[in-house]
């Protein structure tokens, strides 16, 4: 391609640069923009005439109005009352929080006192008592307040009066008699700071003193511009104290002795009527705050004053309250509008027309070291003085991009050409170029110009230097980088591209995971890793030089969207991306995203529009103008979210939770969070146990049953923000709700009789039919009778053997043997012959004990089994009890022999049907049958026996045979 060289010889653009110098004169400062959301009626603020504001120990926002208090729960405004012990409207002046955990709210002309109030207590749960006063209060409309030894002091008109507890009461006098002053002591007070002991009081006429003890003290303040009565006293933390009159601030120093009186900028007349809204705040940075007119913010630095206004515009009404709450958030109250809170106060700067900017989109900044900010737009080029805040030259030409080379020099495009600019001089020169895309410093005195229609190089060492088309380079690409090795690498359509430094051009990526992703950008994290936007996406790319080696995808779950603009890899290792979701926030391990709600002058970026700058602070254009995070490690700070239950409802009646009778009506709960930073960001899920089978989304800030269940439960309250890495909080309150009148235990009692009766009736009806049944009954009976009595007499032959061995139970043993002993029985004559043993099973209990009852009965069925297998002819074998077995042995024989046989054939192992095997031993005792002898005593004779062959180590037998006659001879 070929092109003009346009002033060629460099001679200065008279006719152009005569405009451009006569437009490049320092615009005049203006106050900083400061983003903000304002609360109002909408929000439920019925009235806007804000008076005061207080943050609670739980973090709620207090709102004093002319009618009434209200408190902010994140999400809404309500209002407190009745429920609260309070009367409904009345001008609230203040709420203050004692060093005692008192929460004081003062009204026109009542005071009211919560005690204790904790972190865990929401302000509409809170009950409020008045407090009396011995000494009036009259209609004070401009009181100050300050808490102080444990009470609150306050101005009265023309007086100070001291709310304090005296005998467990709270109670109100005057200053000067609970401390025991001359009535007349302190009088025109106008301002009141409590630091430890020390009261500072600032006066109507203009002085400063301090109370310490009962002693009253005044600095020596020099003659001050009138007005010169004193609204606000601050302290800094170090000594240092600081007083606040309508137009003039002064800084006092005890220790050292040293007092100076300072103008305060931008005061007008606009707080003439309202200098009882002038505050002092301290910023979290620790600077000093208060108000100016037109709704502006003066802060003093060491360098002076630098002023801020909401949204950077003026403000008709004055500003009623200046706080900071504990989120580092400000919020401000103004009459009329209501509380507004700013976002990103502190760690935001933000930039537009109003601060001077050409236009109000932004394209492309520019750092120069130790020089001004340049920046693009739709409608020109502007240089930024940073650090003083303003546009100091604005060259009205539209332009996207914007790069300096190693002279110093800049560069950017235009329509239909490439600029280059020498801000010292301002001579430029314009070359034929079109549809360029990116402008890269080179690595050797050289510049990049990406282009649709190829890539350029331009030697900037020489003066007389024209671009140069790269050869074998003429594709369109659409953006690209020089690493730190000095490879180029470039987008070409949906190709990734490499070029090393000896020319060669090698295709690193010629296509994406995601078939729809076009690249659009690239940023380099390290030598080996590369961040790759565009339409579809966000990839992480890692090298290896020549080619990607690997790839991560990142998506709308990360960075809120798939349409990505910029990217910037800052010196943390942080990766910003910007999209029209706002930036999107990597520091490695979480992704973080940053809204408008954070402080951005807008969410919606331009394409390569974030740079970081030589501190560190992070510059992002925007479709609205310019925004400069002043401190991105804030944008990480990790918060811990609060949800919060701010009431509930049966039907119109507030429910605390506590059990109450049964109730159709409507249950309601209101909820919001409190973390007012991210408030735009905060989703909820609730879940009522026992009613809900999982978590509901809210989509309100208000949940509402048709009513509640009987039985205790449990509701469930989740917040959650899915632009932050954060475990999400959940609060749970417990209900109770009595049961209806028709499941009371009285109705129970009445159900189960009405249906005893029932069935008394229907048994009645029954007998009836039984009774006719009788008859044809009776038959059937006597027909079965003798059925029954045949089983009967097998049940009676049954009845005398053991179930369990099969032998005779013991009834039947015992009777067998009282036969046998009888001399009349038939063979009697046998009972010569008679002898009984007993058998006893060794250590059965260890066998139940060891093995189980089962076993136990597996080892008596075997011994069982055996006596009947070896039982002979004239032996009647029983089991006599447990685990004792009877043997009755008749006729001729050694009876010992034969018992000792039967005792042996029992003392073996058993195999139990568990597989195992239990070793069993018997123990046995004999006893021979005397004649006349009873079976009582005949079996006691062999249980002597038995019992001592248990007695001598058991598994024997032991005899008690009669004893042969003695010899008569002798």
């Not at 600029?419 to 001579?427: E, I, Y």
């Not at 979480?590 to 501190?615: C, F, N, P, Y």
């Not at 909820?671 to 905060?682: C, N, T, W």
């Amino acid at each position: 391609m070929s092109f003009l060289l346009k002033n060629k010889y460099f001679q200065p653009l008279a006719i152009v640069f005569g405009c451009l110098l006569a437009l490049s004169a320092a615009r005049p400062a203006r106050s900083q923009t400061i983003a903000a959301t304002r609360y109002g009626m909408a929000a439920g603020l019925t009235n806007t005439a804000v008076l005061s504001a207080l943050q609670l120990p739980n973090g709620e926002m207090l709102v004093g109005t002319q009618h009434g208090f209200f408190a902010f729960d994140g999400r809404q405004f309500l209002p407190l009352g009745p429920e609260q012990g309070l009367p409904v409207g009345g001008m609230a002046q203040a709420a203050v929080m004692t060093t005692g955990g008192d929460l004081v709210l003062v009204l026109l002309d009542r005071i009211y006192v919560a005690h204790a109030v904790t972190e865990d207590m929401p302000v509409l749960g809170l009950h409020f008592v008045p407090v009396a006063a011995h000494a009036a209060l009259s209609r004070d409309e401009f009181r100050k307040i300050a808490p102080w030894r444990g009470g609150l002091v306050m101005t009265d008109r023309d007086r100070l009066l001291f709310l304090h507890r005296v005998g467990g009461e709270d109670r109100i006098d005057t200053l000067e008699s609970a401390l025991g002053l001359a009535e007349g002591t302190l009088t025109d007070v106008s301002a009141l700071h409590a630091e430890r002991d020390r009261l500072w009081l600032g006066t109507g006429g203009g002085r400063l003193c301090v109370l310490a003890g009962r002693s009253l003290h005044c600095l020596p303040v020099p003659a001050l511009a009138p007005p010169r009565r004193v609204d606000a006293i601050a302290e800094d933390g170090r000594g240092v104290l600081y007083a606040r009159t309508l137009r003039s601030l002064i800084t006092a120093d005890p220790a050292r002795g040293t007092l100076r009186v300072e103008p305060v900028p931008h005061i007008g007349t606009q707080y003439e009527n309202y200098q009882r809204f002038l505050t002092i705040a301290w910023t979290p940075d620790g600077r000093l705050m208060t108000q100016a007119d037109d709704g502006e913010l003066a802060i003093r630095t060491d360098d002076g004053w630098t002023m801020r206004m909401l949204d950077g515009e003026p403000i008709a009404a004055p500003l009623s309250v200046v706080l900071f709450d504990r989120q580092r958030n400000l919020w401000i109250g103004v009459p009329g509008i209501g509380m507004i809170l700013t976002r990103g106060f502190g760690v935001f700067e933000n930039f537009d027309r109003r601060n001077g900017l050409s236009g109000a989109i932004i394209w492309q900044m520019l750092r120069r070291p130790g020089g001004l900010l340049w920046i693009t737009s739709d409608s020109g080029i502007d240089a930024l003085d940073t650090a003083a805040r303003r546009v100091v030259r604005a060259i009205p030409q539209a332009a996207f991009l914007i790069a300096a080379d190693d002279r110093g020099r800049l560069w950017h495009d235009g329509p239909d050409y490439l600029a280059r600019m020498d801000p010292a001089t301002g001579l430029q020169q314009n070359y034929d170029m079109r549809r360029i895309n990116k402008i890269l410093p080179g690595r050797e005195h050289d510049m990049w110009i990406l282009s649709d229609t190829g890539a350029w190089r331009v030697d900037t060492a020489r003066a007389d230097t024209t671009p140069v088309p790269v050869p074998g380079m003429g594709g369109a690409y659409a953006s690209g980088l020089i690493d730190r090795d000095g490879a180029l690498w470039l987008i070409e359509g949906r190709r990734l591209l490499v070029r090393r430094r000896n020319g060669i051009v090698t295709v690193a990526r010629a296509g994406w995971p995601k078939a729809d992703f076009i690249p659009n950008l690239l940023a380099a994290q390290d030598a080996h890793t590369l961040w790759v936007t565009g339409q579809g996406g966000l990839y992480r790319a890692t090298h290896d030089g020549d080619r990607i080696t690997a790839l991560t995808a990142f998506g709308p779950s990360e960075i809120g969207t798939d349409m990505t603009y910029a990217v910037l890899v800052d010196h943390r290792g942080w990766v910003w991306i910007g999209s029209d979701h706002g930036l999107a926030l990597f520091d490695g391990a979480h992704w973080t995203r940053v809204t408008a709600a954070d402080g951005l002058i807008a969410d919606d970026l331009d394409q390569d529009s974030l740079i970081e700058d030589t501190d560190g602070t992070i510059w992002v254009g925007t479709s609205r103008g310019l925004s400069h995070i002043l401190r991105p490690e804030q944008l990480r700070r990790a918060e811990t979210l609060r949800p919060v239950i701010s009431r509930m409802t049966l039907g119109d009646v507030p429910y605390d939770g506590r059990a109450v009778a049964f109730s159709r009506a409507p249950f309601r709960v209101t909820f919001g969070a409190l973390d007012y930073r991210d408030e735009g960001r905060i989703r909820f899920r609730y879940r009522l146990e026992g009613v809900d089978e999982g978590w509901n989304e809210a989509t309100e800030d208000t949940v509402r049953y048709p009513s509640l269940p009987p039985g205790t439960h449990r509701f469930l309250l989740q917040a959650y923000d899915p632009g932050r890495d954060q475990e999400p909080a959940i609060v749970a309150v417990s209900l109770g709700m009595g049961r209806p009148w028709w499941q009371s235990p009285e109705v129970r009692i009445g159900e189960i009789m009405a249906c005893g009766l029932a069935g008394y009736g229907l048994w009645r009806i029954r007998v009836g039919l039984l009774i006719k049944q009788r008859r044809k009954l009776r038959e059937t009976v006597e027909r079965q009778t003798a059925e029954i009595r045949a089983a009967h007499e097998a049940l009676v032959r049954q009845s005398r053997l053991d179930s369990l061995t099969g032998l005779l139970n013991r009834g039947a043993i015992q009777a067998h043997l009282q036969a046998c002993l009888q001399a009349d029985a038939p063979g009697a004559d046998l009972a010569i012959g008679l002898a009984i043993g007993l058998a006893d099973v060794d250590h059965f209990k260890a066998i139940n004990d060891q093995m189980g009852h089962l076993a136990g009965d597996e080892v008596l069925t075997e011994i069982g089994r055996r006596l009947r297998l070896g039982r002979r002819h004239g032996e009647e074998v029983g089991r006599y009890g447990g685990e004792e077995f009877l043997i009755v042995l008749q006729g001729d024989g050694d009876k010992a022999a034969r018992m000792e046989d039967i005792r042996r054939s029992l003392s073996r192992a058993v195999a139990l049907s568990s597989g195992r095997t239990r070793r069993v031993t018997v123990s046995a005792g004999l006893a021979e049958a005397r004649p006349g002898e009873t079976w009582q005593a005949l079996i006691g004779r062999a249980d002597a026996a038995l019992y001592r062959a248990k007695k001598a180590g058991r598994n024997r037998m032991e005899t008690e045979l009669e004893p042969e006659p003695a010899d008569q001879s002798n």
